[in-house]
């Protein structure tokens, strides 16, 4: 008989505090923490230390340390480590002033989402040449199938798509590297950009394969599951909408 499925996998991208409690550290290393999990956390099982937001601050924590317990956990893309940390009286050590640590993660977030939109574009495109390679190459009724309307529009329409999100993302980018005061602008714009390209272009990636694109025997599956892990991974895509339209306002006030 064949095998039992596997089980289900846990809840996907959640993020949650547990029993949360602060205490001022007596070995100069700044808070402690009492009791705090994070979940999932990209490469948590390699990583050496971690950036935690906690108590509306950046904390710096060696994972290594004692009071730091790692557990692999499952997610959509299983290419790409994932991590559940549990602190228990881990030393921390705040990074800048405590006083405006939730200004310091707001720049971090805007700062992420610049590289992770051109990680997004680049899958984008990875899955288009994907679709063009087997549309010129796969015949039917005697000619390819890149030859007929219906597959042509799905290319013409994850090029454009891809075109608006590199587009996009070079905004990021010079902003970024300028320091400009647009950046939180620029990183919205990409982010949101980059994140709707990449999933419309793993998806027609699939429809493109027709119905083998859903077997394990072509490599649709991964830039899909790639594309929807990154869709939430430093927030979702409704978020960083509203990240958007909240520049866009502060923008025109200005």
């Not at 095998?3 to 808070?31: A, E, I, K, Q, V």
């Not at 390679?133 to 891809?162: D, T, W």
């Not at 990636?205 to 790639?226: A, K, L, P, S």
């Amino acid at each position: 008989p064949p095998p039992p499925p596997p089980p289900p996998p846990p809840p996907l991208f959640s993020s949650r505090r547990r029993h949360t409690r602060y205490r001022r550290s007596s070995r100069g290393l700044g808070d402690v923490y009492k009791r705090q999990t994070k979940i999932p956390v990209a490469d948590g099982g390699i990583a050496d230390v971690a950036v935690v937001v906690a108590n509306n601050g950046l904390y710096l924590v060696d994972l290594s340390g004692a009071g730091v317990t790692r557990t692999p956990v499952r997610t959509l893309d299983f290419s790409r480590g994932h991590s559940r940390i549990e602190f228990s009286g881990a030393a921390a050590e705040p990074l800048g002033d405590p006083s405006s640590g939730w200004a310091l993660t707001q720049q971090v977030l805007d700062r992420a989402a610049v590289l992770f939109a051109w990680e997004q574009a680049g899958g984008a495109q990875a899955a288009l040449e994907m679709a063009k390679e087997y549309a010129l190459g796969r015949y039917a009724f005697g000619r390819p199938i890149a030859s007929y309307q219906a597959i042509k529009h799905k290319l013409a329409n994850m090029y454009v798509k891809n075109t608006l999100a590199r587009s996009n993302c070079y905004f990021g980018a010079w902003a970024l590297n300028t320091n400009a005061a647009e950046l939180p602008l620029a990183a919205a714009t990409a982010r949101v950009s980059a994140t709707e390209a990449y999933y419309f272009a793993s998806k027609e990636n699939v429809q493109t394969h027709g119905g083998m694109g859903f077997t394990w025997e072509f490599d649709c599956q991964f830039y899909y599951r790639r594309a929807k892990l990154l869709s939430v991974n430093i927030g979702s895509e409704a978020m960083w909408q509203d990240r958007l339209i909240t520049a866009v306002e502060q923008s025109n006030a200005a």
